[in-house]
């Protein structure tokens, strides 16, 4: 029974930082979108190019 316990344990962690890397990334996925908005409105190319390649890592 000890066994099934930290078993469940293990995978209730992994599943928690699985959501947490989850929320983590879709909040810099967004504060990503908004600079690359204002990149764009600022005719910032160089920010653009910058802010689109880490959304692609991000995506």
């Known amino acids: ?3 099934l316990k ?3 344990e293990v995978m ?3 599943s928690a930082e699985m959501i947490w890397d ?6 810099r996925s967004e504060e990503v979108y ?3 908005d204002k990149a764009l409105a600022n005719r910032d190319k160089v920010a653009f190019t910058e802010l ?3 959304l692609k890592t991000l995506i």
């Open 6 to 8: 930290v078993t469940y």
């Open 52 to 54: 689109t390649e880490e």
């Open 34 to 36: 908004k600079k690359i």
């Open 1 to 3: 029974m000890d066994k």
């Open 22 to 27: 989850e929320a983590l990334r879709k909040y």
């Open 12 to 14: 209730l962690g992994l």
